[in-house]
């Protein structure tokens, strides 16, 4: 066994889960890039990962396995800086523990972050969501399953993680009603819910009966949704809703979409800013901004309230009492 083995066991061991007590979903993303990585140059050299040594991790290396995620797999501008992120910390720790290499973990510490494109976040208009949830049969138990997994998303505006998480515990559907979910970066929250979708809800649990420790939304075989099963009801439910909302053709929806759907409903009804950052679980109302970016119903408020060109600026004039009185009659 070389030394990238130890080093790579005691990354995890020691400084992700005992130094820094990184959360499960952190690990699993962290072990999926060092994989890809050794898998990548397994298949370059020959070499099994076992027989690896640090030195054959060099910035050449690293460099060619981001290339190769971006033209070969197909990922994005921020898929690969989130491997490269992970891929730094390893090395970060590897500056600690292999001081003869310092050299190589300095090239690779230097390889740099890509610019990322800033895109509009896409939502749905009330038109949109309206098909959207009318879309699952619920006369059946998925069609059930899904209408009550869609509505409390697009009302909560829950990750796909802190949804498939829930258990049926984490409802309160009496007085003051809310859902109870452990967020991102082991931030707890608790979200209100309407009437609407408690009534949803209710009716879901009615049929489902599951207990309290059991998972809100689970298959028929009673286990807990994955990310992808998720991804892909709220994809079939698109498609058909798209049938008779022709405006759905053109979005790509996934369950973030939802997300975005819930911010912007929050954003029109004039929630300020910071409020829909603690309803999201955001860290900071900065990540919040973009749904001031994508809200055009803001932007031509403020153009409204510009002076066209090669016009005179007027000032307000109060309408006359007699006249004012007459128009409330």
Known sequence: ?????????????????????????????????????????????GKLPAQLDLTDLDAVTIGEFLHHLETKRGNTVATRNNRLAAIHSLFRYASLRAPEHADLI?????????????????????????????????????????HALLTLTAQTGLRVAELTALTTG????????????????????????????????TSWLTTHRPADTNPLFTTRRGTRLSHDAVSGLVAKHAATAARTCPSLQVKHITPHTLRHTAAMNLLHAGVDITVIALWLGHETPATTRIYLHADMALKEQAIARTTPPNTDPTRYQASDDLLAFLEQL
Not at 10 to 30: C, E, K, N, V, W
């Open 1 to 45: 066994m070389t030394t990238l083995a130890p080093l790579l066991q005691a990354f995890f061991t020691d400084r992700l889960m005992t130094q820094y007590g990184a959360s499960p979903h952190t690990i699993a993303s962290y072990r999926d890039t060092l994989r890809l990585l050794l898998t990548h140059i397994h298949q370059q050299t």
């Open 106 to 146: 300095a090239r690779v510490l230097a390889i740099q972050t890509k610019r990322t494109a800033t895109t509009i976040v896409s939502f749905l208009n009330p038109t949109e969501l309206d098909a959207l949830l009318a879309a699952p049969d619920t006369t059946t138990w998925h069609g059930c399953r899904d």
């Open 170 to 201: 984490d409802l309160q559907l009496g007085v003051g009603a809310h859902v109870y979910c452990h967020g991102k970066g082991r931030k707890d929250r608790c979200t209100p819910l309407t009437a609407h979708t408690v009534n949803i809800l």
